[in-house]
């Protein structure tokens, strides 16, 4: 089960022949956790925090709708409310939502003012012709008018139109200027609220356009997916041009400022001499810097020209497994489901926990706040951590799919034999096999990401506060746990395409992909820089392609002159779609470069040692032959054939 395992020193590699359940240890600890995390929503409901959640309870400790129990030292509490169903804070607009505390007094009531009541003669008069005291337990409506405290236990008048909410019973205010200061923490930046209300006019009028520009990202993505095999060898050369013209410029620049300011400096004389002599150092060393920095970026563009062709070749591949697998175009709307469905729940049993425990009476009120008692409150950091860990296993769940389905495809050798659906036939492979091993992947993340939140967390509270040193130690260790994170995320995605290869458990796999990405380490640096140069150029093409449209669709919009805010929706948007779309197209390149690595390492084209490659990566290896880049580590280095289907799909 550990990394540190004794395990053969050569993997034996027989892609697709044998299927056995990987990491079931780990199956079971994550079973378990996923337990604990029921248990914990559970242990909410069973304390009531559900009830309160749901029907609202008064400032007194009293459940909206049910029959209360007294609680000591208050003496408002205990009642009975079950003709009181909605909950009507005395000031509506004064709520800490941040805090999850009522500044505002809350009370039980039968209903909710339906018009504004302006004094206390038009509080009397609701009580008595609906029967809903709108003041305190303790002041009957024909005190209203003359009770001492009136100020303070009846309404802020004048009271607002409300209305209550469907499932929540809280009377909220009809009139949006209620909310007012709650969205002044958001827009201190405007300085005129005529334009922010001009900016949310022009929102609510082109919601249509929103939403017809939305939905032309989306099929943009779907296209560029197929199309940008054909264009990533002109994109190559975009990049290589702007690379070598942009570096050579930037320290041509650099040279020219220096030998400006040197001859400058030889005709200065008097104060400004010594600030003119730090600047020609200055420029001296950054010239230097960045004509090593040139020349080791050009030595490495050199080396590493012949493999673009691979990256090239891996582009085409991919674009014919999404037309031969069109499910995998939906992998992240499903993703996306399962994790927003989550993440409801996760928010939904975290406002359980917030009122949920016992009640605790302030010490200067009479008014009741429900707490967590000390030994339990590790339940919202178990909690915590699950939202970590889960939602990492389902992001992992989709990268073992895309694998499994990937694989099912690079490794058939007959096209044809094709399950109906590879991709739903990897998503039942991944949770019949491999879920333990996607429950490990995901743990190793969580535990690298918990402690940089935390760090990110405790900067953010001590800003302007601890010193520099302290400061910078801070973000070195986040910007390290970062880049952890990250090496990581890409270790485990070949681990899991290799566990989809041959079914071994987290650790060997991790092993056996690593040995392999060292072993490739120029061909993976080119897959990875010029690979994400051009799915950057997609996301951007999307982009501007969408922008374009908005731009020309919303000018001729007469409805309002401000629509910079819904172009920045629609522009917002149209990068996330093609981020979550190419982010899949990316991985199946990765995958795909995997299956092509140990493919030529234990194949050489010989009888017996077929290839299972694409036509496209035949010619690649073809070539590389030729040109002597490519030597076979078995066989006798006979003619390279594919087997079956393998090169014959168009």
Not at 73 to 102: A, E, Q, W
Not at 319 to 347: A, E, N, R, S
Request: glycine share 6%.
């Amino acid at each position: 089960m550990g990394c540190c395992s004794s395990a053969e020193s050569k993997q034996e590699w027989k892609p697709l022949e044998d299927r056995s359940c990987t990491d079931i240890p780990w199956l079971i600890i994550f079973t378990l956790f996923c337990i604990g995390m029921a248990c914990i929503c559970g242990f909410a409901i069973a304390t009531g925090g559900f009830s309160r959640f749901v029907s609202g309870y008064d400032s007194y400790g009293n459940t909206c709708g049910e029959e209360n129990v007294g609680i000591e030292g208050v003496p408002l509490s205990g009642k009975n409310m079950t003709g009181n169903k909605y909950v009507f804070f005395l000031d509506p607009c004064n709520i800490d939502f941040i805090h999850r505390k009522l500044k505002s007094v809350a009370l039980c009531v039968s209903k909710c003012p339906a018009t504004q009541l302006n004094d206390y003669q038009d509080l009397t008069e609701f009580a008595e012709k609906n029967g809903s005291r709108l003041c305190s337990y303790d002041i009957s409506p024909s005190e209203y008018t003359r009770h001492p405290d009136k100020n303070r236990k009846c309404p802020k008048l004048p009271t607002p139109r409300s209305k209550p909410v469907p499932l929540f019973n809280r009377c909220v205010p009809v009139d949006i200027g209620c909310y007012a200061q709650f969205a002044e923490a958001f827009v201190t930046f405007v300085s005129d609220n005529a334009v922010l209300r001009r900016v949310i006019s022009g929102v609510m009028t082109s919601k249509e356009i929103i939403m017809g520009l939305c939905l032309l990202a989306l099929v943009l993505s779907l296209i560029m997916m197929v199309i940008i095999r054909y264009i990533s060898k002109v994109l190559v050369w975009i990049l290589t041009v702007l690379v070598v013209v942009g570096s050579l410029a930037a320290t041509g620049v650099l040279w020219w400022q220096y030998a400006v300011h040197r001859k400058a400096l030889s005709s200065t004389s008097g104060s400004g001499e010594d600030l003119a002599s730090d600047n020609v150092k200055a420029l001296l060393v950054y010239s230097i810097g960045a004509t090593v920095f040139t020349v080791i970026l050009l030595l490495l563009m050199f080396f590493m020209r012949k493999r673009v062709a691979l990256t090239i070749s891996l582009f085409h591949v991919a674009g014919k497994v999404f037309i031969h697998l069109p499910l995998l175009v939906l992998q992240p709307l499903g993703t996306f489901i399962c994790l927003m469905l989550f993440w409801v729940y996760w928010i939904a049993v975290l406002l359980f926990l917030g009122t949920a425990g016992r009640a605790v009476k302030s010490n200067s009120t009479e008014l009741v706040e429900y707490q967590i008692q000390e030994p339990l409150q590790f339940l919202v950091w178990y909690h915590a951590v699950g939202l970590i860990w889960i939602s990492e296993f389902i992001l992992a769940f989709q990268q073992m799919t895309i694998a499994g389905a990937v694989v099912t495809y690079y490794f058939t050798r007959n096209k044809s034999q094709l399950p109906a659906t590879p991709v739903i036939s990897a998503m039942i492979r991944t949770v019949r096999y491999h879920l333990g091993t996607i429950a490990k992947g995901s743990f190793i993340i969580t535990l690298v990401k918990i402690p940089r939140l935390i760090l990110t967390y405790i900067h953010s509270k001590l800003k302007g506060k601890e010193n520099a040193c302290a400061r910078c130690m801070l973000k070195a260790c986040v910007c390290c746990l970062w880049c952890l994170e990250k090496c990581l995320a890409y270790l485990n995605q070949n681990a899991y395409a290799a566990t989809a290869i041959n079914s071994t458990s987290f650790c060997t796999s991790a092993r056996d992909a690593f040995v392999i990405l060292v072993e490739n380490a120029l061909r993976v640096a080119a897959i990875n820089t010029v690979g994400d140069f051009v799915l950057f150029l997609g996301k951007v093409i999307i982009v501007s392609v969408t922008a374009f449209a908005g731009v020309l669709a919303l000018n001729y919009q007469q409805d309002y002159t401000v629509w910079v805010l819904p172009l920045f929706i629609v522009c917002l948007f149209a990068f996330l779609v093609a981020h979550c779309f190419l982010s899949v197209f990316e991985n199946v390149v990765d995958v795909l470069f995997l299956c092509f690595a140990v493919d030529t390492k234990y194949n050489d084209g010989s009888p017996g040692h077929e290839y299972y490659m694409d036509k496209a990566l035949m010619e690649f290896v073809e070539n590389s032959k030729k040109a002597g880049r490519y030597k076979p580590q078995g066989g006798d280095g006979k003619e390279m054939t594919p087997m079956g289907g393998g090169g014959t799909l168009a």
